[in-house]
């Protein structure tokens, strides 16, 4: 036993005893503390990754390895497949049928030639943008019996000497309300597809 213990009383020595376990109980915390701080990562915890010191962990930048899982998919589970639906109102037929046979050359287009199969491929496309320009053209025009000047009746909408018309205005307000493009996308847009500056 420790001297110094030995010549201390015992109300001295059980005030010891408790000091020490405070002590005790004290680093106990303190260990339970760094811990805890040595385990926390972003994974289970608020902090960023940025703020990770210890155990950093280098994160996949993909996590979608195993594309047979079920959960792992690349399209959302509620998306339908579907082709598109064929439109009735054709407005221009195109026959790529062959004049002649691959084989010994005969012509194909003669009454002897029998069609056994027919199949119909259908292509949906818009056409190219080009611009329509209108003049208006305002004349005042005299009258010959009783010398009235007649002046023309312009459409309200045109204000100016040129200007873009309805259509151009009607997809520059849905790009920039509904699409929220910026002007600068809808001015890029215009010149680079409708050569509109």
Request: with cysteine; glycine share 2%.
């Amino acid at each position: 036993m420790n001297k110094n213990l030995q010549k201390n009383t015992k109300d001295e020595l059980i005030e010891e005893v408790i000091k020490s376990r405070k002590e005790i109980k004290d680093l106990k915390d303190k260990i339970k503390d760094l811990e805890w701080k040595l385990n926390t990562n972003t994974t289970n915890s608020h902090n960023s990754s940025s703020s990770e010191k210890i155990n950093k962990t280098t994160h996949k930048c993909n996590s979608r390895n195993n594309w047979g899982k079920k959960k792992n998919r690349w399209w959302q589970e509620w998306h339908k497949w579907k082709n598109l639906e064929r439109n009735e109102n054709v407005d221009e037929t195109i026959d790529v049928s062959q004049e002649n046979c691959e084989k010994c050359w005969a012509s194909l287009l003669s009454n002897f030639a029998k069609v056994v199969k027919e199949t119909v491929r259908q292509v949906i496309d818009i056409p190219p943008p080009s611009n329509i320009v209108k003049d208006y053209i305002w004349k005042y025009i005299k009258c010959p019996e009783c010398w009235f000047l007649n002046k023309p009746n312009f459409p309200e909408w045109i204000t100016q000497l040129v200007q873009y018309g309805n259509e151009v205005k009607t997809r520059t307000v849905y790009m920039y309300n509904h699409q929220t493009t910026s002007y600068e996308r809808l001015s890029e847009y215009f010149y680079e597809i409708y050569n509109l500056a």
